[in-house]
Nanobody, 119 residues
Framework: QEQLVESGGGMVQPGGSLRLTCVAS????????MSWYRQIPGKERELVASFTADGRFHYIDDVKGRFTITGDNSRTSVFLQMDDLRPEDTAMYHC?????????????WGRGTQVTVSS
């Protein structure tokens, strides 16, 4: 079974907005980082946005000021608010949650949700 399930993708016009949601099917206690990645056909997967348990946030330059990553208090969901979307944002978006403790580590991935931005 998939540990993470993404939703919220779709087709929008440039300047539009989408909010992506990622829900974990199991516990993510002791997570280290929650992230969103995207992949364009023929290109390598790239990190878009992430936050860590110690309160740090990271965004690639292309999305700064337009995308916002958040998580809920249960630590089972990750969101990506995407505003002022551009055609260059078109990609398959995947979420990732990883972490662990002395008993072991986990690294959860979802199948992805497609975002298409076009006129």
């Amino acid at each position: 079974q998939e540990q993470l399930v993404e939703s919220g993708g779709g087709m929008v016009q440039p300047g539009g907005s989408l909010r992506l949601t990622c829900v974990a099917s199991g516990s993510t206690n002791n997570y280290i980082a929650m992230s969103w990645y995207r992949q364009i056909p023929g290109k390598e997967r790239e990190l878009v946005a992430s936050f860590t348990a110690d309160g740090r946030f990271h965004y690639i330059d292309d999305v700064k000021g337009r995308f916002t990553i958040t998580g809920d208090n249960s630590r089972t969901s990750v969101f990506l608010q995407m505003d002022d979307l551009r055609p260059e944002d078109t990609a398959m978006y995947h979420c990732n949650i990883w972490g662990g403790d002395l008993s072991g580590t986990f690294d959860y991935w979802g199948r992805g949700t497609q975002v298409t931005v076009s006129s």
